[in-house]
């Protein structure tokens, strides 16, 4: 399969299709000045390079290279110098690269350009992670979320082709399409495509508001996991819940949202949800479709933070998610009601290791676990607990021993701390949610009411 892209003049260049395996350059550049000059968390060049070198293997692309380039002067159509340019041109034709990986936004222009002047495919950080993201998703709902996110990035490029939604494979196009053709019937067909797309996700979130209010009745707490990706979230996931969702050492390798049941130290039942990883410069484009996915985490109990404390740049990485979350109206939570799970201290030194759990001795909110082995696990499972018993209300009430179904029903609902039977009544001490205690109290109320209509 073959890629065209226009030149100047009408003339067109021919590139054969990208394929998993190809040898790929990827760039990282450096701004000396501007907004783009500084880096999230005081992440360095390189760390941010070694990342883009990891999301361009997350979908099996031959890294065979990569550099960081200072850019003092950004240029509106190739975004670097004539210099850079130049020698780009002549490391891909010796190097016989086949795919450029550049680590920050193109416009449309600059990477027609760059495609252009070194004979080869131009993908950005934004499409690379929307190629990564359309290749693993797997429910039907994720599949949806990407492809809208992906549609919305390609109309603005008039992309070479959309008819990767009719591809087999996962991948959103980005790294290979038939040819740039048909602007105006590609672009009508997208936006069509993109109308029906949102009002099937509507649809997807009003079933998971459904779903969240049938969690309410039961009641389930809901306690979601957040967190850089490859902090270890869905391997903490397994731990917790002995389910088999995918854990490797890959960015992005959990895309669809999963949720399972795991019974808490005092007998209480939870839903637990792992998410997606966030990053560092994440395309809008995927916060806007990952909306309903993310809903989830708006609607939390608890939210537990999974850190990877071994990596070096960890609290830029914590910098990271903090300011998505922020992003999604989730400020407060940060200090007030989140768990910080520092993940991965079976890859610490022993002096690293003493020292990190010195300082989350000083702080409640801190948990210093290993995922992997299941050291600290007992732990964060106690504190959820005890963090999920701090927001319920203990209440006493005076049953009759007539009234079985009410004490049933506070014993499936709530957690009875105490019992005491006299001849002729059960006076239960429980601790509810404070939805249950209106919802119990309606009930005796509404039987009471029932009652005294029938007497008279």
């Excluded at 490029?157 to 590609?186: A, C, K, N």
């Amino acid at each position: 399969m073959t890629a065209t892209i226009e030149q100047a003049g009408g003339a067109h260049l021919d590139l054969d299709g990208i394929r998993h395996g190809d040898r790929t350059l990827v760039i990282h550049p450096v701004f000396k000045t501007g907004p783009r000059a500084q880096y999230s968390g005081g992440r360095t060049p390189e760390s941010r390079l070694e990342e883009a070198c990891g999301l361009a293997r997350a979908i099996d692309l031959n890294v065979v290279a990569a550099e960081c380039v200072r850019i003092n002067d950004p240029k509106p159509n190739t975004l670097m110098g004539s210099g850079n340019v130049e020698r780009i041109a002549e490391r891909v034709k010796a190097e016989e690269i086949d795919l450029i990986v550049f680590d920050a936004s193109l416009t449309p222009v600059q990477q027609r350009n760059l495609e252009t002047e070194w004979k080869a495919k131009v993908i950005d950080r934004t499409g690379l992670i929307l190629e990564i993201f359309g290749e693993r998703a797997r429910t039907r709902e994720g599949q949806m979320q990407v492809e809208l996110a992906a549609l919305s990035y390609q109309r603005s490029r008039l992309v070479r082709s959309w008819t990767h939604l009719e591809r087999q494979r996962g991948g959103f196009g980005f790294i290979g399409g038939p040819g740039e053709s048909q602007i105006e019937m590609d672009r009508r067909l997208i936006d069509e495509r993109i109308v029906r797309i949102k009002k099937d996700l509507e649809d997807v979130k009003r079933t998971r508001a459904l779903h969240r209010q049938a969690r309410k009745r039961v009641p389930y707490p809901v306690v979601a996991l957040v967190g850089y990706t490859n902090a270890g979230k869905s391997t903490l996931f397994n731990r917790l819940t002995n389910a088999s969702v995918m854990a490797a050492d890959l960015l992005f390798a959990t895309l669809d949202p999963t949720m399972r049941r795991v019974h808490l130290p005092s007998g209480r039942e939870i839903i637990l949800s792992d998410t997606v990883g966030f990053i560092s410069d994440l395309p809008t484009e995927l916060v806007a479709a990952f909306r309903a996915t993310l809903e989830e985490v708006l609607e939390a109990d608890v939210i537990l933070h999974v850190r990877d404390v071994a990596h070096p740049e960890t609290d830029g990485q914590k910098a990271d998610v903090e300011a998505v979350l922020a992003g999604l109206g989730l400020g407060h939570e940060v200090t007030d009601t989140m768990f910080e799970i520092l993940n991965k201290i079976d890859l610490l030194d022993e002096p690293a290791r003493d020292a990190l759990l010195t300082q989350a001795s000083r702080d409640q909110r801190q948990m210093p676990i290993s995922a992997l082995t299941g050291a600290g696990i007992d732990g964060l499972l106690a504190a959820v607990d005890a963090r999920l018993a701090a927001q319920r209300r203990v209440e006493t009430y005076r049953l009759g021993h007539d009234e079985g179904a009410a004490q049933a029903w506070l014993y499936s609902h709530g957690e009875v701390l105490e019992r005491v039977d006299d001849e002729d009544v059960t006076e239960i001490t429980v601790r509810l949610a404070p939805e249950d205690v209106q919802r119990f109290e309606r009930q005796r109320s509404d039987k009471a009411n029932a009652m005294n209509k029938d007497n008279r």
